[in-house]
């Protein structure tokens, strides 16, 4: 079978998640070592929650040139929004 990268864009959820990164902000970055950070819809901002409520949203995993998978998840705030 013939795989083909997938590309932001195949998202199906792209243009809601879109609208959660461009009216947020990323808040503070962990001290753990793991390259995660805060990220924060503003309240009283009137766009559509990802899902009902906190946890995780979506799992991503992508593949570069390093030896290493890149892995990305994504988490929602008790309102649904991105965080």
């Known amino acids: 079978m013939d795989r083909h990268p997938a590309r932001t864009t195949d998202l199906p959820f792209i243009d809601p998640l879109s609208e959660q ?48 998978e890149i892995d990305m998840l994504l988490f929602t705030d008790e309102c649904g929004c991105l965080s």
């Open 21 to 68: 990164i461009a009216a947020g902000k990323i808040g503070e970055l962990c001290q753990c070592g793991c390259e995660g950070f805060a990220f924060e819809v503003s309240t009283g901002v009137t766009i559509p929650p990802l899902q009902d409520g906190a946890g995780l949203f979506y799992a991503l995993a992508f593949a570069s040139n390093f030896s290493e």
